[in-house]
């Protein structure tokens, strides 16, 4: 039984290698957001992620999604968010006003 687990248990480290490539699902990447977010010494600062893909799933290149940030006083943040390699980088569209 033992060596039956040890087998199960790296595979999902592998799979982003073995051509997974963009690991990270919208409730993934919404997770990882409000988590970084909150994160900090300041607590908690977001109430809420909600993120939609804007690119379909490619063979090359990363996918993108709008992600909206609701704080805990109600305000509003937007990032456009690339999902690549298992990893993601967030471009924040500036707040008007």
């Not at 982003?16 to 977010?37: F, Y």
């Amino acid at each position: 039984m033992k060596t039956a687990l040890s087998l199960l248990v790296p595979i999902p480290l592998l799979v982003p290698v073995l051509g997974g490539g963009h690991s990270l699902s919208a409730g993934d990447l919404e997770q990882a957001l409000r988590n970084q977010m909150n994160g900090s010494p300041a607590g908690q600062i977001t109430r809420r992620v909600d993120c939609t893909r804007l690119s379909r799933s490619a063979q090359k290149g990363p996918i993108k999604y709008s992600c909206t940030l609701t704080g805990t006083k109600g305000s509003r943040g937007l990032a456009i968010v690339s999902v690549s390699d298992g990893s993601w980088r967030a471009a924040w569209v500036p707040v008007r006003g």
